[in-house]
């Protein structure tokens, strides 16, 4: 039922009918409004694409599948008459018809379309981020053996000073009073 293309150019010429509609086009054409195509499309009623245009993602429409809707919404379908056709009635083809939008041409050089797309923002955004990663985990390795170093000194200098005697404290009127009498 679904499918995403990355475009930004409008209208698509890609469809088999040749020409998908976005959402406002297919209400015009459809006579109808956006918020009734929407309200279609998320209850299945209406099968659509996704591209991923210049303000974001938008459903796609083709004319074909807006002129089916349009037939069941008056009571019969363009090609029978009746309704939404008897497989639908019974269930069957749904599926089916979702599962062939992704084997349609334009839906696989969709999906090739979105794969490039990904591909370019792992280019343009992870692969710095990867280098910068490898960049700081160096760094930060260099930083573990500068502290291990210093860690060491002063283990080596917290063992000097335990080594050495310190000398002995005597109060300030005692060295006074004895360099007195020594003088």
């Known amino acids: 039922m679904y499918s995403l293309s990355v475009d930004t150019e409008q209208p698509r010429m890609d469809s088999p009918d040749g020409e998908e509609l976005t959402l406002q086009a297919a209400a015009t054409y459809a006579e109808c409004s956006v918020k ?10 209406l099968q659509h694409t996704y591209a991923i245009g210049q303000h974001g993602p938008q459903y796609l ?3 074909a599948e807006l002129d089916r809707w349009r037939g069941a919404q008056s009571g019969g379908s363009p090609e029978s008459g009746q309704g939404e056709g008897a497989a639908t009635a019974a269930g069957e ?14 839906a696989v050089s969709s999906v090739s379309t979105l794969q490039a797309a990904i591909d370019q923002v792992v280019r343009s955004a992870v692969v710095p981020l990867v280098d910068e990663l490898h960049t700081t985990r160096t760094e930060l390795g260099n930083a573990r053996e500068q502290l291990g170093a210093a860690r060491e000194r002063v283990a080596h200098l917290e063992a000097q000073l335990a080594t050495r005697q310190p000398a002995p404290h005597r109060p300030l009127w005692l060295r006074l009073v004895r360099r007195l009498l020594a003088g």
Do not use: E
């Open 61 to 63: 429409i083709t004319r």
């Open 36 to 45: 009734t195509l929407r309200r279609a499309i998320h209850a299945g009623k």
């Open 93 to 106: 083809g749904t599926v089916d018809t979702h599962l062939s939008t992704w084997t349609q041409p334009s």
